[in-house]
C-alpha cells in the first residue's frame, strides 16, 4: 500500500510541475504572436502592416497583467477544462481544434504502436527461442539494422515508391478533397487509402524496441535456473520457452508498453509532419511555429498528462506483476 | 494467469484495388466532371486552384475581417466599394459607380443600382454605412486602421455614402475602399461580431458562393444573380488544401494539377513551362522593396556618406541571377516600385533611380569619406579601428540566405569583417523590431498607398528607441525635413500636391539613403490557359496576381 502512495505523490508533484513549465517556456520564446501571423500572411517579400498587427493584437487579446496573475488565471482555466481561443484557428476554441485532430492520432498511432507491440514481442520471443540460429540472426541484425536509418529517410523512401512512382497510395493527406469527413464509405476508403503509408512506416521501425528488448529478455530468463530444472525435468522446449522464459521476459515490456501508449500523443510530430496527417503531431508543429500560445499550452498538458498516467499506470502495474518491486519498497 | 496469452492479430489486407470516386490527386486536367452543366451554356465547369488558407486543419471561416484564420472565399463572397488594380495602382468601380470629394474632409460615393445579396436581398447604402459603424465598434475588425482617419459614415439616401474625415483624406483613400462590405441584416444579429465565423451559407454580394467545404477541398460555386454575371465564365473553383511539403506540391502543379497557383518553384521553366510550352506560363510582378537596413543609431552607418557609398557596393544583378533565380528585377534606390509606379518618380532620376554595382567607386568613396584601408586591407573606422559587424537573415529563408552571403562577399571586397548570422524567423523579427542589429534585409513599400509607402519604413513615429520596438521603422530613421513631407502627403488634396510630396521623399531615398533597395520582391503566379484564358501577365497587366475578382471576371472558357 505504501509503495501505492508514494507512487501516487510523486505523480501529482511532478504534475504540478509540467503544467507550471507548461506555463512558462511558450512565454520565454521570443517572437510575439499577432507579428508571427501577420509575417506568415503577408510572406517573406511583403512589407508588414502596423495596423493589421494592432487590430490582430486586439483580436487575440495577447494577454497584459503580470506574470503571476496570468499563471493564476492559468492554473483556474487548466481546473474546468477552459483552454482559450486557438490564434491560429481564432475564434474556434482550442478543444474544438484538439477534438479535431485526437481521433487521427489516436487511431494511426494506437493501432501502430499496438501492431508493433504484439509484432516486436513475436518475433523477439521467436528470435530468443531459436537463438543463434539464422532465423536469430536475420531478426536482430535486420532490426538494428532498420533501427539505424533515419525515420524520414524511410519515410520519404516509401513516398516516393508507393505514392510517386507507384502511385497506389496517395502522398499526404488524412483524405482526398473528394470526400466530406462523416460516417459513410467513401469517407472511410479514402482515409485507410491515406493512412497506408504513415501506418507502413510506423509499423517498420516500430517493433524494432520491443524485439530486441523482449529477446534479450528472454534469452536470459532462459537462462536461468529455475528454467534448467524445467528442462531436466523433462518439459517440451516449446512450453519451457512459453511459460518460462516469454511469460516473464515480457514484464519489462509491458510496463514499456504502456509509457509508449502514454507517448502516442507526443511521438507522433515527424510522422504527421511527413505526411502531413490532420493529427495532433502536426498540430503541435503548427502551434509552436505560429507562436499559438493556447493551442500550444494544451498539446504539452496532453502529452505530459498522457505520460505521467502511463507512467503511473506502468508503476502501479510492476507493482501488481512483479512482488520483488513491492517488497523492495517496503523493505 | 497460468495459461500463456495468445495474441491473435488480424491481418490487414491492403488492397489496392479499391476504386474512390472524388479526385485522389491523378488527373485534373481535362474538364470532365463536375456539375456538367457549365459546358452546355459556355461556362468553365471548374477550375483548380491552390490553397485557401486557415492553416494545416482550417475550420469554416468566411468573416471578411479575420484575415489571419479566414479562409479563400472571402475574396469572391464579399465585394468592396472599389476594386484596386494593384499593378497599375488605379482603382475601379464597384459597388460604388462613382465618387468625389466635397471638401477635402468629405467624401462622396454613389453605390450601384440593382445589385442584390446573394440571398436575394437588396444591397443599400445602410449596409455600408453598417459595415463601417462595425469596425468603429468592434476594433479588432478594423484591419486596415481607417478609422484612425474618420469621424462619421452616413447614409443620405439609399444611394449615397458619405465618409467624413478628421483631416484631409485623400491619402486614405485606398483604406477605405479596401472594406469588405457585409450584410446588416446578418451581421447586426451577432452578439459578437468578432468571434462570428458566418460559416453557413455566407452572404455577400460577389461573384461567387460557397458551395462544399472540407478541410482539404473548398468549393464555391458562380452566382447566377451576381450584379455582372455575364462576365463571369466560371461555374466552380476548388481550392485544394497545400500539403505542407512544397515538393509535394511543385510535383502537383508541373503535373498539371492546377489552372493557377502562386507558389515559388526553383526551376520553373524546367518544372512547369517546358511541360506544355503552349499552356503553362507564369508572370512574376514587382512587390515591395526588399532592403539592406542599417541600424541608423551606430556608427558608421550613422554617417550619410558611408551609406551613399555603400548603394554601390552590392552586386544586385548577381543576387537576382542567383540568390533569386532571375524571377525578380533590380529595385530602385527611389523607394518606388518600377515602372509599375513610375508616374511617381520625379523628372530627371537617373535610369529611374536603379544604381549598378561599382565596387571601386564604393572604395573610393569609402576612403574620400574618411574609412581607409591599412596596410593588410582592412578597411578602418574614423577612429582607426577595423570596421566588423554581423548581417543577420532568417536561416530558412533559403533565397534571402544565398543573398545575404553574396552581400557578405561584397562587403568583405571592401575590407570589412562581416560576420553572417542566421536566427529563426520570430527571433530576426524581434531583433530587427527592437534594433538589435547592425545590418539585415527589410521589406517596404509595394503598397498602392503612396502614404503607407513612406510613412511605415521612414516615418519617426513609426520607430522607437533601441530595445522598444518599433511598429515598422526599423532603422530608426528620424529626420523632421521627411516627417514634414509625409504630413504634407498626408494632408494632401490634390495629384499635383501628393506627386510634389512623393517627390521629395525619394529624393530623401536618393539622396540620404536611409536603406538601400536590392530587389523586388516577386509575386509567384503561375497559370495555364487550357481551360481558361484571359489571366494578367506582362503584355495586359490589367490586374496583379492577387486581384482575385479582377481575375475572375476577365476569365474565358480556352478557345472562345
Known sequence: MRYFLRRAGFFLATLWAAVTLNFLIPRLQPGDPAEAIVSRLSGQSQAIDPAQVEAIRRMLGTPDGNLLTQYGDYLAAVVRGDFGISYTYFPYSVTHMIAAGLPWTVV?????????????????????????????????????????????????????????????????????????????????????QHSVLPALSLLIVGP????????????????????????????????????????????????????????????????????????????????????????????FLFITVGVLIANLVADLLYGVLDPRVRREEAG | MKRPIILRTAAVAVSATLVLAGCTGTSGTNGSGGTGTGAANGLIDYLDYGDFGGG????????????????????????????????????KPWLATEFSWTDPKTLTFKLRDGVQWNDGKPFTSKDVAFTFDLLKKHQPLDTKGVWRYLTSVEAPDAQTVTIKFKEPGASTFTLVTDVFVVPEHVWSQQADPVKFVNAQNPVGTGPMKVK??????????????????????????????????????????????YDTNAMFVPDIKKAFVDRDPEHNHYWYPPGGSISVYLNLTKAPFDDVAFRKALTTAFDRDQIITKAQLGYVKAASQSGLVVPGQEKWLPAGLKDQGRISYDAAATDAALTAAGYKKDAQGKRLGKDGKPLSFTFKVPGSYTDWVSAAQIIVQNLKAQGFDVNLETPNPPTYESDRAIGRYDVLFGVHGGSCNMFRNFSEPLGSDQSAAIGQKAASNFVRWNDPGTDKLLEELRLATTDEAQKTAVAGLTKVMVDQVPMIPLWYGAKWFQYQTDKATGWPDEKNPYAAPGDNVLVLTNLKPAGS
Open chain 1, 108 to 192: 494511426l498511432v494506437g493501432v501502430t504502436q499496438i501492431l508493433s507491440f504484439v509484432i516486436g514481442t513475436l518475433l523477439g520471443a521467436w528470435a530468443a527461442y531459436r537463438r543463434n540460429s539464422r532465423v536469430d540472426s536475420v531478426i536482430t541484425l535486420g532490426s538494428s539494422f532498420i533501427g539505424t536509418l533515419p525515420f524520414f529517410w524511410l519515410a520519404l523512401v516509401l513516398i516516393y515508391v508507393f505514392a510517386i512512382t507507384l502511385n497506389w497510395f496517395p502522398s499526404g493527406g488524412g483524405y482526398g478533397g473528394g470526400s466530406n469527413p462523416g460516417w459513410n464509405w467513401l469517407f472511410f476508403s479514402d482515409a485507410f
Open chain 2, 56 to 91: 494545416t486543419a482550417p475550420q469554416a471561416n468566411y468573416n471578411p475581417y479575420l484575415e489571419a484564420t479566414r479562409l479563400g472565399a472571402v475574396d469572391y463572397v464579399f465585394e468592396k466599394l472599389m476594386v484596386y488594380d494593384n499593378f497599375s495602382c488605379t482603382p
Open chain 1, 208 to 299: 524494432i524496441g520491443w524485439i530486441i528488448g523482449m529477446r534479450n529478455n528472454m534469452v536470459q530468463t532462459l537462462g536461468e535456473d529455475y528454467a534448467r530444472l524445467a528442462r531436466a525435468k523433462g518439459l517440451s522446449r516449446r512450453r519451457i520457452a512459453l511459460t518460462y522464459g516469454a511469460r516473464i521476459a515480457v514484464l519489462p515490456n509491458v510496463t514499456g508498453f504502456a509509457i509508449a501508449l502514454g507517448g502516442i500523443l507526443g511521438g507522433t510530430v515527424l510522422v504527421e509532419a511527413i505526411f502531413n496527417y490532420p493529427g495532433l503531431g502536426r498540430m503541435m508543429l503548427e502551434a509552436v511555429a505560429n507562436r499559438d500560445y493556447p493551442l500550444m499550452q494544451a498539446l
Open chain 2, 212 to 257: 462544399n467545404f472540407n478541410p482539404n477541398q473548398l468549393t464555391i460555386e458562380r452566382n447566377p444573380d451576381y450584379w455582372q454575371a455575364d462576365k463571369v465564365k466560371v461555374q466552380e473553383i476548388r481550392f485544394h488544401k497545400a500539403d505542407s511539403g512544397g515538393a509535394v506540391e511543385q510535383l502537383k502543379l508541373s503535373r498539371g494539377e
